[in-house]
């Protein structure tokens, strides 16, 4: 990532999470609106996979190379929440009519002073499939579970149980996927491996988002009815 762009998004980032602090109604105004003047600049191409949700997907500079050849578009935004997702969702993701949408959110939802509920995460994905589908009927979404961190350990209980209640949902509906991550990042010990975390012990690495790459990349490589959509050869 360049000097510059890396600049840009960590200003954005605490821009917003001052906003998100102040309790002001749209923290992340700002990032949404830098989404749509770049894309009347340059539209990006319709029926691409977008990727949308929080600060580990808004810091993956890398991801268009990391799951190359399948076209991405990355949407994720500062810290959100996921009711900011749900709230934008009209803007930046239903009007790239995307074949596939592949969501993280949720674990800034359960962190904080007043962590919400592990219901109320479930309710508010809930929110994002019924906002997204009646505008793309075929679209296929994928849940990127609530990982791991040592900044938020002791929220770890939490956050399990919030994927499990989102993971039974989408177990009773063939239009959901799941994608867990977890396993992947704890070490030995059982604890979220240093290896894979920046030095704030939240926001993936390199070798962190190795491994979101490959686990993301094989769920959507096995969905032959999305790879032929795509154009994708296995």
């Not at 993956?60 to 399948?70: G, N, T, Y």
């Not at 991405?72 to 239903?94: E, H, K, P, Q």
């Not at 800034?108 to 109320?120: F, K, V």
């Amino acid at each position: 990532m360049g000097v510059l762009r890396s600049t840009e998004l960590w200003l954005g980032l605490a821009r917003g999470m001052m906003g998100q602090a102040l309790g002001l109604p749209s923290p992340w105004e700002h990032s949404i609106r830098a989404f749509e003047a770049r894309d009347r600049r340059r539209a990006p191409v319709q029926g691409a996979i977008v990727f949308v949700g929080s600060s580990s997907f808004t810091l993956w500079a890398s991801l268009e190379e990391d799951l190359a050849p399948l076209p991405v578009v990355n949407r994720g935004f500062g810290g959100a929440l996921i009711d900011d997702v749900v709230r934008y969702a009209d803007r930046i993701v239903v009007p790239y009519q995307p074949s596939a949408v592949v969501l993280f959110a949720g674990t800034n939802d359960i962190s904080g002073p007043r962590p919400a509920s592990a219901d109320y995460v479930a309710e508010r994905f809930d929110a994002f499939v019924a906002k997204v589908r009646p505008a793309i009927p075929e679209v296929l979404i994928f849940y990127v579970a609530i990982t791991p961190s040592r900044a938020r350990w002791h929220l770890w209980p939490l956050a399990m149980e919030a994927n499990r209640l989102i993971e039974a949902r989408v177990r009773a509906d063939a239009g959901l996927r799941f994608i867990d991550l977890g396993r992947f990042l704890l070490g030995p010990d059982g604890m979220p491996d240093r290896e894979f975390y920046r030095r704030d012990g939240l926001h993936p690495n390199k070798s962190g988002y190795r491994i979101w790459a490959r686990e993301i990349a094989f769920s959507l490589h096995h969905e032959p009815a999305l790879m032929e959509k795509l154009g994708v050869s296995d």
